[in-house]
């Protein structure tokens, strides 16, 4: 099983929602990570877990919290959005040790109104 | 500064093979160079990675020069479903890669 799932596909959400992005994989990866893609450019990455505990936070604001409860498991916890945070949500995972060979999942397709 | 340089699109011919080619002139010696490839609403893919000479899978093959300053992503008779944008990545930088801005391919019937 080569699959990394994110749950919802799309999301609409207000600004004064509380709503979480789930991502699922098996593959036995140790390492997880949260990415943020805007139309027509390249993704931006936001978090990295490894061994489910958090190794990079690339400066995101307090309203995106990630959690990752066990080595299968990534959530990210949103609250207070702003329209610009409107964006695809990726979820990717890998070995702890080639963490340039990433497995992505589809992504989040992510409305904020 | 960018880690690396690549065209901002280009267009091929279904049957063609296409090179796209990355400059990385401050490459370091324990960066590797990695693709990927990313459709439309979907995540990116992992293609090919290699240090150096050339490297061949049954997707592409890439093309490392000795001086490792640049790199050649070689996808051979293409088809429409080519169609998608293609990033090339030195590193890993510590504990993540980082996505320059990718090449976005156009297959043509």
């Known amino acids: 099983d080569t699959e990394v799932t994110q749950t919802p596909k799309h999301l609409v959400m207000g600004m004064t929602n509380k709503k979480s992005l789930k991502c699922e994989q098996h593959?036995?990866?140790?390492?997880m990570y949260w990415y943020k893609q805007k139309a027509k450019k390249p993704p931006e990455l936001m978090f990295v877990y490894s061994y489910e505990k958090l190794s990079i936070n690339e400066s995101v604001p307090s309203r995106f919290s990630p959690e990752c409860p066990n080595s299968s498991l990534l959530n990210l916890h949103l609250h207070a959005l702003q329209p610009e945070d409107s964006a695809l949500y990726l979820c990717?995972?890998?070995?702890?040790?080639?963490?340039?060979?990433?497995?992505f999942g589809p992504g989040t397709r992510l409305t904020v109104t | 500064l960018a880690k690396t340089t690549q065209p901002i699109s280009m267009d091929s011919y279904e049957g063609q093979e296409v090179n796209i080619t990355c400059s990385h002139n401050n490459i370091a010696t324990n960066d590797y160079i990695t693709w990927y490839q990313q459709f439309p609403s979907q995540g990116p893919r992992f293609i090919i990675q290699g240090y150096k000479t050339k490297v061949t899978n049954e997707v592409a093959s890439l093309f490392i020069p000795a001086d490792r300053k640049s790199s050649t992503l070689s996808l051979p008779r293409v088809s429409l479903s080519d169609t998608a944008v293609y990033y090339c990545?030195?590193?890993?930088?510590?504990?993540?890669?980082?996505f320059g801005k990718g090449t976005r391919l156009h297959i043509l019937p």
């Open positions: 593959m036995g990866h140790r390492a």
């Open positions: 990545l030195v590193g890993p930088d510590g504990d993540k890669i980082i």
């Open positions: 990717a995972s890998s070995q702890a040790n080639t963490i340039y060979e990433q497995y």
